[in-house]
């Protein structure tokens, strides 16, 4: 990622809100924000529909990680 990063090829690497930005598993629910992680990956595409979801508010809360149209998403598995 780095050497992409230099290169250009990537504009920026942002990784995930971690400690207490990250959402506890009572906050989510079926409606609201689509919540994507490692588990939305299926086959090459993103699952959306089975993505766990965030009330509009929480996800206010996130300090990044909103995906746009043309972004490329990254995902590995912590350690």
Request: some cysteine; overall charge negative; proline content about 5%.
């Amino acid at each position: 990622i780095e050497e992409l990063i230099a290169s250009g090829a990537i504009l920026a690497h942002k990784d995930g809100n971690y400690g207490s930005k990250y959402p506890r598993v009572d906050e989510f629910g079926s409606e609201g924000v689509p919540f994507l992680t490692a588990k939305s990956l299926c086959d090459g595409f993103v699952d959306i529909d089975a993505a766990p979801r965030l009330s509009e508010a929480r996800a206010d809360e996130l300090t990044f990680g909103f995906v746009q149209p043309d972004d490329v998403l990254l995902s590995h598995n912590a350690t």
